[in-house]
């Protein structure tokens, strides 16, 4: 047994999809390699965004696609389901790359009415920012958001 594999499991106990609501999701890449260091496989962690089979679970309000791992603002349609569409978000990538990418389990947050969902989409393009990466988001090539 892997030593993510128990924590992977908890992270999906009470696990719940609701349509129409904004889910902040966060993958990682297996064992923290920076995968997406490399600007070409950063790009088709971009363009898998923009697959329809993707598309199909709901609208992605921002992403940012890290060396190691990417932040998804992910509203999800009426046929949504949060796990489906990690699922079907992280395959595309990994058969993209000819590879296995992402340790098991996702981190998810359910975002309430009342937060200012512009801030959060700030708050996921700006990490290149805060990791040091870059000086301003504008000089980062991998994220993107339908406000900015």
Same mark, same amino acid.
């Given at each position: 047994? !892997?030593?993510?594999?128990?924590?992977?499991?908890?992270?999906?106990?009470?696990?719940?999809? !609701?349509?129409?609501?904004?889910?902040?999701?966060?993958?990682?890449?297996?064992?923290?390699?920076?995968?997406?260091?490399?600007?070409?496989?950063?790009?088709?962690?971009?363009?898998?965004?923009?697959? !329809?089979?993707?598309?199909?679970?709901?609208?992605?309000?921002?992403?940012?696609?890290?060396?190691?791992?990417?932040?998804?603002?992910?509203?999800?349609?009426?046929?949504?389901?949060?796990?489906?569409?990690?699922?079907?978000?992280?395959?595309?990538?990994?058969?993209?790359?000819?590879?296995?990418?992402?340790?098991?389990?996702?981190?998810?947050?359910?975002?309430?009415?009342?937060?200012?969902?512009?801030?959060?989409?700030?708050?996921?393009?700006?990490?290149?920012?805060?990791?040091?990466?870059?000086?301003?988001?504008?000089?980062?090539?991998?994220?993107?958001?339908?406000?900015?």
């Amino acid at each position: 047994m !892997q030593p993510d594999q128990p924590h992977a499991r908890n992270l999906r106990q009470g696990r719940y999809s !609701q349509s129409g609501q904004v889910y902040l999701l966060t993958l990682v890449t297996a064992g923290r390699e920076r995968v997406f260091q490399d600007f070409r496989a950063a790009r088709r962690a971009v363009r898998a965004f923009g697959e !329809q089979a993707v598309r199909d679970y709901g609208t992605t309000l921002a992403f940012v696609v890290m060396p190691d791992h990417v932040h998804w603002l992910l509203e999800l349609g009426s046929e949504g389901d949060v796990s489906a569409a990690v699922r079907v978000y992280r395959a595309k990538v990994s058969l993209a790359l000819g590879r296995r990418v992402w340790q098991k389990g996702f981190y998810d947050r359910a975002l309430r009415r009342e937060e200012d969902l512009v801030a959060v989409a700030r708050y996921v393009v700006g990490n290149p920012v805060r990791a040091g990466i870059v000086d301003r988001v504008g000089d980062y090539p991998h994220w993107d958001a339908v406000w900015i």
